[in-house]
């Protein structure tokens, strides 16, 4: 072959390849999705999703924000976000080996943010509701909250299912959803595509944390005096499990409004981040201003 002929070729070769090289796309600026422009509220945050692999589109180029999504698409999504990958078997009438969302049927019930119903089905094609999303994800963060302060604003409070008080209320404490213009907060609507990854994004995220599967972490120690009051959940509502002296060494694994989550008796507890200190040794502290001894009761 000569040269001239085979440079043409190279060349034509060179041309397709660039055609089909997926490109870059600026999520600030452009989507690829038909019915996403960049002026919706949602473009953003699903573009990100989509990047990262956490949902896909349509084959017929579209997103469909405003469709609802069901629970097994729901826990797909959430599988993908916080990284749950064990697996154990699901024993549901409806749920078989066979179906696209089984595998993630058998790790959302792993991980524990999520069950069946009594009838022993987990009704996977059944539209999620938003009170719904907000049990599965104060499940997964540990701060349901009793201390109902949020959901009283709401007019529509009675709408929330006694089951998903603590829940909603948690949600809207960690600003993971909000209400309407309305003054409602919709618990029984269903939640929407858009929506979902809305929600989802802000969550912070880390690896599932176990003591079999501990989140890296940071030594700090306590400031408390005489004590620090260790409880189940992150605020003063939270049952109180013990307490800690002193110049206690804690390992916290994540800190959130506020509050230290930190290995305790081979579990995991929350106590006060404001009696909490990094930097020091493990000899006794050097004494603090008093301090009543219930340091985190309102």
Same mark, same amino acid.
């Given at each position: 072959?000569k040269?001239?002929? %085979?440079k043409? =070729? ?8 660039i ?6 796309v600026?999520?600030v ?12 509220w949602a473009?953003?945050t699903?573009?990100?999703? =989509?990047?990262?692999g ?8 579209t ?13 797909k ?14 024993d ?10 089984y595998?993630d049927?058998?790790? /959302? ?9 009594e ?8 539209? %999620?509701t ?9 499940n997964?963060?540990?701060n ?16 929330i ?9 948690? /949600?809207?404490e960690?600003?993971?959803?909000g ?9 029984? /609507?269903?939640?929407?595509?858009a ?7 802000r ?6 944390t ?15 005096d ?22 206690s060494? =804690? ?10 989550? %930190? ?6 507890a929350y106590?006060?981040i404001s ?6 040794s ?13 340091i985190?009761?309102?």
């Amino acid at each position: 072959m000569k040269k001239k002929k %085979i440079k043409k =070729v190279l060349n034509v070769a060179l041309a397709t390849t660039i055609l089909v090289m997926p490109m870059q796309v600026n999520i600030v600026n452009a989507l690829s999705f038909e019915d996403v422009k960049n002026d919706h509220w949602a473009a953003k945050t699903i573009q990100d999703f =989509v990047n990262k692999g956490y949902i896909g589109g349509y084959s017929d180029n579209t997103f469909k924000p405003e469709n609802s999504i069901t629970r097994a698409e729901f826990i797909k999504i959430v599988n993908q976000t916080f990284g749950y990958k064990e697996i154990t078997s699901a024993d549901f009438t409806d749920v078989k080996s066979n179906q696209w969302f089984y595998n993630d049927v058998c790790i /959302a019930i792993k991980a524990g943010y999520i069950k069946g119903y009594e009838d022993k089905t987990f009704r996977p094609n059944k539209q %999620i509701t938003r009170e719904e999303v907000a049990v599965i994800i104060t499940n997964i963060k540990k701060n349901k909250d009793t201390n109902y302060d949020k959901i009283n604003k709401y007019k529509d409070l009675k709408n929330i299912s006694n089951w998903a008080k603590s829940s909603v209320e948690g /949600a809207l404490e960690a600003k993971y959803i909000g209400g309407y213009s309305d003054n409602t907060i919709k618990p029984k /609507a269903n939640i929407t595509r858009a929506e979902s990854v809305s929600i989802l994004s802000r969550i912070p995220v880390n690896q599932p944390t176990t003591p079999e599967n501990p989140l890296p972490s940071k030594i700090m120690y306590t400031t408390g005096d005489p004590i620090v009051n260790v409880r189940k959940g992150p605020g003063t509502n939270y049952e109180k499990l013990g307490t800690l002296p002193k110049g206690s060494k =804690v390992e916290v694994v994540d800190e959130n409004n506020g509050w230290a989550k %930190i290995k305790y008796n081979n579990t995991y507890a929350y106590v006060s981040i404001s009696y909490l200190t990094s930097g020091q040794s493990q000899k006794p502290l050097p004494q603090v201003p008093y301090t009543p001894i219930n340091i985190d009761t309102p």
